[in-house]
């Protein structure tokens, strides 16, 4: 029976990076836009999965930059090198097909296939588990996407640091919609494209604190925009030269230069250490130690060296994870103070 139906979506798998589609509504009719932009078609020579092969760029069910709409699309915004940019990407019997609009518009389009995983190479890893055997067979559409952008991973990245998904979630929404400007094009209602470093750099102090991010928080995320231009250039290095970029910047460690490297590199290798949840799933899923450290998962995905963030993507979609048995981590709200 395994393949014929979709897994269900669970907590862990959506941490995984699925999100769902909806099913093309629109009875094979082709959408018309309301306002023309710039448009390039690509079939590539795999099945793709929007769900998957994008659902890490999403921050959230509630994410200004992310939105998958009943049409079956997914809606991104960018800050791009040539400006703001909206992108509307879709597949049809094989075809794929990038709408976008705003100056970032040519751009977002040149990085379509990239964005879809073209630069990655999922013949590369050979499942050494039965488990992870399962899911790449269950998910033949995970491909890992290459933004070819910085900024726009780093800066959720950080605001994930030691606080819940919820509350992370909820300061990217909150500081986006206020600071960042509206989607160009025909975009979803209340679509935004993220702040430019400058503006990053002059939200006030008390806007932080409205949107629940710490001083540790912000501070990190102001040096960042500071030196965004030295980052962005990260994007032409190799992972591991690239996180190591990023480190240099006070507050920036492995958990987040992982995080953001996976996104904007594509990089099938950067292992995430130092999270909360991760070294326990992977060890459960493999070993049944449901107290794994992060040397026990980095000893248990040394088979999977070259691929190892691959292999933990599918230990996520595999929906394997141990019940809970403690207390979710206190959700706080430091904006109420």
Same mark, same amino acid.
């Given at each position: 029976?395994?393949?014929?139906?979709?897994?269900?979506?669970?907590?862990?798998?959506?941490?995984?990076?699925?999100?769902?589609?909806?099913?093309?509504?629109?009875?094979?009719?082709?959408?018309?836009?309301?306002?023309?932009?710039?448009?390039?078609?690509?079939?590539?020579?795999?099945?793709? #999965?929007?769900?998957?092969?994008?659902?890490?760029?999403?921050?959230?069910?509630? #994410?200004?930059?992310?939105?998958?709409?009943?049409?079956?699309?997914?809606?991104?915004?960018?800050?791009?090198?040539?400006?703001?940019?909206?992108?509307?990407?879709?597949?049809?019997?094989?075809?794929?097909?990038?709408?976008?609009?705003?100056?970032?518009?040519?751009?977002?389009?040149?990085?379509?296939?990239?964005?879809?995983?073209?630069?990655?190479?999922?013949?590369?890893?050979?499942?050494?588990?039965?488990?992870?055997?399962?899911?790449?067979?269950?998910?033949?559409?995970?491909?890992?996407?290459?933004?070819?952008?910085?900024?726009? %991973?780093?800066?959720? %990245?950080?605001?994930?640091?030691?606080?819940?998904?919820?509350?992370?979630?909820?300061?990217?929404?909150?500081?986006?919609?206020?600071?960042?400007?509206?989607?160009?094009?025909?975009?979803?209602?209340?679509? %935004?494209?993220?702040? =430019?470093?400058?503006?990053?750099?002059?939200?006030?102090?008390?806007?932080?604190?409205? =949107?629940?991010? #710490?001083?540790?928080?912000?501070?990190?995320?102001?040096?960042?925009?500071?030196?965004?231009?030295?980052?962005?250039?990260?994007?032409?290095?190799?992972?591991?030269?690239?996180?190591?970029?990023?480190?240099?910047?006070?507050?920036?460690?492995?958990?987040?230069?992982?995080?953001?490297?996976?996104? %904007?590199?594509?990089? =099938?290798?950067?292992?995430?250490?130092?999270?909360?949840?991760?070294?326990?799933?992977?060890?459960?899923?493999?070993?049944?130690?449901?107290?794994?450290? #992060?040397?026990?998962?980095?000893?248990?995905?040394?088979?999977?060296?070259?691929?190892?963030?691959?292999?933990?993507?599918?230990?996520?979609?595999?929906?394997?994870?141990?019940?809970?048995?403690?207390?979710?981590?206190?959700?706080?709200?430091?904006?109420?103070?």
């Amino acid at each position: 029976m395994a393949g014929r139906f979709a897994p269900r979506p669970t907590r862990t798998t959506v941490r995984g990076g699925h999100v769902a589609v909806p099913a093309d509504a629109s009875g094979g009719v082709p959408r018309q836009a309301v306002a023309p932009g710039r448009t390039r078609t690509w079939t590539p020579p795999w099945p793709v #999965d929007l769900g998957l092969v994008l659902g890490p760029l999403r921050r959230g069910p509630g #994410d200004p930059t992310f939105r998958a709409t009943p049409d079956g699309a997914v809606w991104r915004t960018s800050r791009t090198p040539a400006g703001a940019g909206t992108l509307r990407v879709s597949a049809r019997g094989g075809v794929v097909r990038g709408e976008a609009w705003g100056p970032g518009s040519e751009w977002l389009l040149e990085q379509l296939p990239e964005m879809l995983g073209s630069a990655d190479d999922p013949d590369a890893f050979e499942p050494r588990h039965r488990l992870v055997a399962i899911a790449r067979h269950r998910r033949p559409g995970l491909r890992l996407t290459r933004t070819g952008l910085v900024l726009e %991973s780093l800066i959720p %990245s950080v605001l994930e640091q030691k606080v819940t998904t919820d509350e992370a979630y909820r300061a990217w929404r909150l500081l986006v919609r206020k600071f960042g400007e509206p989607a160009p094009g025909p975009a979803p209602e209340r679509m %935004s494209v993220m702040p =430019a470093p400058r503006t990053w750099a002059l939200i006030p102090s008390w806007e932080w604190h409205r =949107a629940g991010v #710490d001083n540790k928080r912000a501070s990190t995320i102001l040096r960042a925009v500071r030196v965004a231009g030295r980052l962005e250039e990260a994007v032409g290095m190799e992972p591991g030269a690239a996180q190591a970029r990023l480190e240099l910047v006070s507050g920036i460690g492995p958990w987040t230069s992982a995080e953001t490297v996976q996104r %904007s590199h594509g990089a =099938a290798d950067s292992v995430t250490v130092g999270d909360l949840h991760l070294p326990g799933i992977v060890g459960y899923a493999l070993a049944g130690d449901r107290d794994a450290d #992060d040397s026990v998962m980095l000893s248990l995905l040394e088979p999977y060296a070259g691929q190892r963030h691959r292999a933990a993507r599918l230990i996520l979609l595999s929906g394997r994870t141990p019940a809970r048995r403690v207390p979710r981590m206190p959700r706080g709200d430091i904006g109420r103070l």
